[in-house]
């Protein structure tokens, strides 16, 4: 049967000889000597197989080569090389990995320098050589016709072999068991540089030989026929390809296979360890709960009621609050006061809920992890009942506290004429705002935490300001009219009792004015005093005389001061205190002097009847003065009057009967009462000054004065002889 197949490898065959047979091979070329560096003896471990002659060789006509190193010689046996071995190159020594010529793709296995050894010494049999070594070139007279590769070396073109160039085998030289292979050199013969396989014969380029191939010479031996082993198929090629990726699958499949494996034995161990990093709490409290601020994770219920009752009581004993206020203490609150207790199972059972009821270990898991951002407080101690305590110890500093906030108001002294008005500056209220304060008392007192608590109060803004107030008890005007000093005791009596009752009158806001309601009928009764009046045009006695001067000069005032004058008449004849036009005559019966307020503020009237300092002290004078709302910067009205017609008095003299003898008691006497004097027409006007320039004039009335004849009392009574 063929040593060859289309799939297999062609077996070696090697022949181990013995001493014998090893020393009849004297007759190869001696030019490699082979040493012996140590002399432990070598069994072989393979039974030769057969014994094949090797073919003859003839010896080298080169001279033999001195060896390079010291080692000493074989005993009697005469060193051996196989034939073509003229140059030694870098490649190993017998045992190298060498390929037969005719045996592709088989490498060589190297003997061990321990096995098989007979007195120091490597039997090789014929068929063993031609393992070791091939041909440097690659004859062409194979029966497959074309080059043949060389495993471990490059396919050599085919040329002519020359017998006369020496094969230079390229391989460096080992050392296997103890035993070296020293090539001889001889001079003539030319060396090759080895590759950089390290000899292994290919990749070198050149003519170097195969790598363990060791330059065998083909001229002494022709290369043995071995059969050709086949190039595969295309069905074959594919068989292989597909075999390949089947195997390729197949160990992607199992790396795979391996990471899943992997990956879920570690997802067990993840989920193992989580799952104990939950049961380790199933007793106790979970990491992250504090009961006042005693951290509980860790701790089984009874060491955790047994920290936090210790704790409590320690913290409720000392416990106090001091209320203070702008930095003064004003009251302190104590666990006493309070009759606080502690309860501690109830905030120990609230802390145990977290990561124990959640049901599921994920559940408890998340909540753990939840803990760990934001951590359970709790707290224990709570006070015996309701919160009054509290309560009543704030309300009580509240009220002393509290402070009633106080409009700014106008003082009227209207018996201070120069300055009858003044304002009382507002007060801002305070109030003392408990809610903030119960509820840091109420939370010092849950957690058991001792302190101060800064008591705030908040003002309470009045609706009045002085400022608001001063623009309204401005000036607005004032009214003098002068007393003649022949004016009689009881007139200027009669003109005080009048002012008395209008002095400190206050007009709010569109309210009216009347000078009868104001003063009153004037009686005895009503404390007036008998005087000269004037009624119907002429002076006459009666209660009251002397109070046209009061209204004329409240007129007076009131217009100046822009007041809206609702009603007013003029005297049917002149008066000695003021002009034609600006008097104002009242009666109880049927005449009165009004006016109303259309400011938007209150008035003040302050009338009196003063000394006049422009003159001597004898002489006195009626001032009325109106104060409200500013009349506006440099604002000022007069009242002005114009005659338009004078009315000329009668030539004829009027004589009056005396009956009360009062100026005439004869009738030969005449009193002349009143002079002849003319009468007129009389336009006032009521003029607006800004800055003292004129700006408006406005006609207020027109009165008729009549023309007066002269007045001549004359007396009743005829003179006897006896009365001349």
Sequence with gaps: MSEFNDNKQPRRRRTQLNAAQYAGQQTLDNSIPLIRTEDAPMQPTNPPRRNPQPPPVQQSANPPMQPMGAAQPMSAVQPMRPQGMNQPGQGSQYAQSGQMHGFRGVQGTPMQPQQGWNNGVQPLDAAHQLEQFSWGQNPTSMNTGRNQPIRGGQMMPNQPMNPQRPQNPPYPQQNYGGWQQQPMYPVNFPQYPANGNGGSGGNGGGNHPPAGLGGFNPEHREPKNEPVRRKPSGQKLLKRILFCA??????CGLVAAGGAISNAIQEQNEREALVASVTAYDDKYVPNVYVDGIHLGGMTRAEAEEAVTAHANQQRDAWKVRLMYAGQLVREITSADLNMTVDVREALDAAWQPGHTE????????TMDALA?????????????????IDNILLSIAQQAYIQPVDAHIIFDYNNFNNPLTIQ??????YMDTTEAKNQVYQMMSSLVSGEVELTTRELQPTTTKAMLEPQIQLRATAYTPISTTSTENRNLNIQVAFERINGKMLAAGE???FNTVVGKRTKANGFYQAIEYAYGDQRMGYGGGVCQASTTMYLAAAKANMTILKREPHSDAVGYTDYGKDAT?????IDFKFRNDTNSTIFIVATVMKDSRYDKSHKVCVVSIYGESLGKGVKYEL???????????????????TNHTYATYVDQEYTYRKATDGCVVESYLVKYVGGAETERKLMYTDTYKAKSEIIYVGTVERTEEGQ
């Design 246 to 251: 089947c195997a390729v699958a197949v160990i």
């Design 512 to 514: 009216t004015f009347s």
């Design 425 to 430: 500056p507002e007060t801002v209220g305070r």
């Design 640 to 658: 002005e009057t114009v005659t338009v017609q004078t009315l000329p008095a009668p030539t004829e003299p009027e004589y009056r009967k005396d």
């Design 373 to 389: 951002e934001n951590p359970y407080e709790g707290y224990s101690a709570t006070p015996s009942g309701d919160n009054v305590v």
């Design 359 to 366: 049901g599921g270990i994920d559940a408890r898991k998340a």
């Design 586 to 590: 009242v009666s109880d019966n049927r």
